[in-house]
């Protein structure tokens, strides 16, 4: 049994040698390293919403109208953490979010990489952008059998979607997540007013350059002609999918489809009908969207619709309460997005993992002092909104 609030224990021991964490371990202090550390227009990239970012502010405060009640005497001195996800037996009840620039957040160009050795030392899933520096079949190895996700933005090109979904198959992911939301990028400003969108600049392309389908769309490689090859990706890039779309995307694959986006109970039961695996709850961090409800606002009607379909949820989480709020609203599983994208930018593979142990410390510990030996004993009975 894994005990993540173990950690803090090796945190104070190492302080008795007179060392200090290298990485915050709270949010704060963790993101304003990492501004510090990181170019601005990368820091607008990351850390920017929509519109006037109320939507961002709102996913985040909304966690903090629940507050958890204590139960005493329950024993909680074992804590069970694990969950099952789509066949998968997982020692924690979160994952890594897809961040498109996840690459650009590392010193060496390959956030990527990084990310799926990270998920491999700690065993916390990693969902794989489409957006890359490293085309997805490197991802896959890296995970050396951790588990992984790979996340597909639709493309216009049927055939090239229907590539990307087969390749990521044969290279071992264990589910599609198609995200619904960014088929056109929302209004944000703080890359508007830098002009500053890294794909249209050739980043994090890898997934196309590399994929054949992609490749006969083109007169000369993007190794020859990089602008050409971008311009051609714009083109094809955003697809509005419809529910007409959703029996097509079902044969694509036997394995479980995750759609991201759904944020409305009708919609999940429709998506379920349709075949879906997995109803993932998000606003994309309040990057799509100013629209002003937080997503975990939303988690508890989405859940209901959903039945026994898992629930992913993401959208605010800045810590392990956060994590442990989600989780009794009904989650299955809790997606972790900034925060990790930060510590990488902070020290890169050991980043990413002292902030999902962090994370996971705080999250363990509080179910042990607010007696909750189990995930199983977090319901929505056991918060109460704060007045």
Not at 3 to 17: P, S, V
Not at 156 to 168: G, K, M, P
Not at 199 to 215: E, I, K
Request: with cysteine; proline share 6%; charged share 20%.
């Amino acid at each position: 049994m894994t005990y993540y609030g173990d950690y803090q224990t090796e945190i104070y021991n190492a302080g008795l040698a007179g060392e200090l964490p290298k990485v915050p371990v709270n949010f704060k202090d963790l993101e304003a390293r990492a501004h510090a550390a990181m170019p601005p227009g990368l820091v607008a990239y990351v850390a920017g919403g929509c519109g006037n970012e109320h939507t961002q502010r709102t996913n985040v405060s909304a966690f903090e109208k629940w507050g958890l009640v204590p139960r005493m005497l329950v024993g909680a001195a074992k804590r069970d953490t694990s969950i099952d996800l789509f066949g998968c037996k997982l020692p924690a009840p979160i994952f890594m979010c897809p961040i498109g620039v996840i690459s650009l957040c590392s010193q060496d160009g390959r956030g990527d990489v990084a990310t799926a050795r990270a998920a491999h030392t700690m065993g916390v899933p990693m969902i794989a952008s489409t957006f890359s520096s490293v085309p997805l079949e490197q991802v896959a190895d890296e995970l050396d059998g951790a588990p992984g996700f790979f996340q597909l933005y639709t493309p216009t090109d049927r055939e090239l979607a229907e590539s990307l979904v087969h390749r990521a198959e044969t290279a071992g992911f264990k589910g599609i997540v198609v995200t619904l939301d960014t088929w056109v990028t929302g209004w944000r400003p703080r890359d508007l007013n830098l002009s500053n969108f890294p794909q249209l600049r050739g980043y994090c392309l890898a997934n196309y350059f590399s994929d054949p389908v992609f490749r006969t769309l083109l007169e000369k490689s993007p190794e020859e002609d990089l602008r050409a090859a971008v311009k051609r990706w714009a083109g094809i890039f955003g697809n509005p999918l419809t529910w007409d779309d959703l029996p097509w995307l079902r044969s694509l694959t036997k394995l479980p489809l995750i759609l991201k986006g759904i944020c409305h109970p009708d919609d999940a039961r429709r998506a379920i009908d349709a075949g879906a695996d997995g109803i993932y709850c998000s606003n994309h961090g309040g990057r799509q969207a100013n629209g002003g409800i937080a997503a975990l606002d939303l988690l508890p009607g989405i859940v209901e619709a959903s039945g026994t379909t898992p629930v992913l949820f993401d959208s605010g989480v800045r810590s392990g309460t956060d994590v442990i709020k989600a989780i009794a609203l009904g989650a299955t599983a809790v997606g972790i997005g900034r925060p990790y994208a930060y510590g990488l930018a902070l020290d890169g593979v050991d980043g990413i993992i002292h902030v999902l142990r962090s994370i996971l410390a705080e999250a363990d510990l509080l179910m042990a002092v607010d007696g909750y030996p189990r995930l199983a004993d977090l319901q929505p009975s056991s918060l109460m909104v704060v007045r």
